[in-house]
């Protein structure tokens, strides 16, 4: 703040500079006035002037260093007090942009609010066709027709169902509701909703959870799996999804492996990014960049470790960590 001070004074200071050395010339050529006093008098009035500047220095740099202090953010209350016609301008020109800012940022925040709503409302309202789209297709005989017909049919239910849980996630800590949720039941539901894309790919899933239980959030822990069974079967053939738990240090694993194309090692730093695909498949179409940034976003909320291991062409495994059972406490109790 200093360097800004004198660089901000600096032609003043020049100025001062300027007078002193002409006083200083003139006492020279004018031999009427004795030199040593005109240096006697260059040396207190320049002392006199950097106590000036020391002493401007703490009133002028107030308003400015509480303004560089201030946390960025549109709250007027902490927005220091002007002490200078000049700090007035500045303050009167802050505070009416900061009233405009916040009023935009409001309008702004009812309208993404009222656009949530309508899409929220708009997703429930499909769910009553799609309901009726599922009833139709298991009547139909023609076994081919139907597996492709189901297929479509998840891809739409599953994106739906993402859309939904986007929405929802920015109010998360709202909706979670902690306690002992069984994982058997949990797994075998999702599975059972996939179970026709499964069967379309010849995939079976193999299950072993040594650790029954974990304490967490049912609904979004079973969006967290089922994410992670779509990305298995949907980059697999005719293999097997091998799930297993197990409880280490107070700490319950649970592993979803499967055995299909794998992630190359440079992709595994940004496969939580938003958006992101793959640069090995960058072309293909059926990834939309979102489920494991949903994920990742979703496990953050709900204190849960995940790691990735997969290797290209050989599979990947997802381990989800969940966190102790006294930690979870403190996040219910928040």
């Known amino acids: 703040m200093i360097r800004k001070f004198l660089a901000e004074r600096i032609s003043w200071i020049l100025l001062i500079v300027t007078f002193q050395l002409l006083a200083l010339f003139v006492a020279f050529v004018d031999q009427t006035v004795p030199l040593s006093s005109m240096l006697y008098y260059i040396l207190l009035s320049g002392l006199l002037f950097i106590f000036f500047l020391i002493s401007r220095y703490r009133k002028e740099t107030q308003f400015y260093m509480e303004l560089e202090e201030r946390d960025n953010d549109l709250d007027l209350t902490t927005f220091p007090e002007a002490d200078s016609p000049f700090e007035?301008?500045?303050?009167?020109?802050?505070?009416?942009?900061?009233?405009?800012?916040?009023?935009?940022?409001?309008?702004?925040?009812?309208?993404?609010?009222?656009?949530?709503?309508?899409?929220?409302?708009?997703?429930?309202?499909?769910?009553?066709?799609?309901?009726?789209?599922?009833?139709?297709?298991?009547?139909?005989?023609?076994?081919?027709l139907k597996s492709q017909l189901t297929f479509e049919w998840m891809r739409i239910h599953l994106l739906l169902d993402q859309q939904l849980h986007q929405k929802r996630i920015p109010f998360i800590e709202n909706d979670l509701y902690i306690e002992e949720v069984e994982l058997e039941p949990l797994l075998f539901n999702e599975i059972k909703s996939l179970r026709s894309w499964c069967m379309q790919k010849g995939i079976g899933f193999?299950?072993?959870?040594?650790?029954?239980?974990?304490?967490?959030?049912?609904?979004?822990?079973?969006?967290?799996?089922?994410?992670?069974?779509?990305?298995?079967?949907?980059?697999?053939?005719?293999?097997?999804?091998?799930?297993?738990?197990?409880?280490?240090?107070?700490?319950?694993?649970?592993?979803?492996?499967?055995?299909?194309?794998?992630?190359?090692?440079?992709?595994?730093?940004?496969?939580?990014?938003?958006?992101?695909?793959?640069?090995?498949?960058?072309?293909?179409?059926?990834?939309?960049?979102?489920?494991?940034?949903?994920?990742?976003?979703?496990?953050?909320?709900?204190?849960?470790?995940?790691e990735v291991r997969s290797e290209l062409g050989r599979g990947s495994t997802f381990i989800l960590q969940f966190p102790e059972p006294n930690e979870f406490t403190k996040l219910g109790s928040m």
Not at 92 to 109: H, Y
């Open 88 to 144: 007035s301008v500045i303050e009167t020109n802050v505070r009416d942009q900061m009233e405009r800012l916040k009023q935009e940022a409001s309008f702004n925040q009812s309208l993404l609010e009222q656009e949530k709503d309508e899409l929220l409302s708009w997703i429930h309202e499909v769910k009553t066709p799609m309901t009726a789209m599922r009833l139709i297709i298991d009547r139909i005989d023609d076994y081919k």
């Open 206 to 306: 193999d299950i072993d959870l040594q650790a029954e239980t974990v304490l967490t959030d049912a609904k979004w822990l079973a969006f967290i799996c089922r994410q992670l069974m779509t990305n298995a079967i949907k980059y697999s053939e005719k293999s097997e999804i091998t799930i297993t738990s197990t409880e280490e240090a107070g700490r319950v694993k649970l592993m979803i492996q499967d055995e299909g194309r794998g992630i190359d090692r440079k992709d595994l730093p940004r496969i939580f990014e938003k958006g992101f695909t793959s640069t090995t498949e960058h072309q293909d179409q059926a990834a939309t960049g979102m489920g494991l940034y949903l994920t990742d976003r979703i496990r953050k909320a709900l204190k849960i470790d995940i």
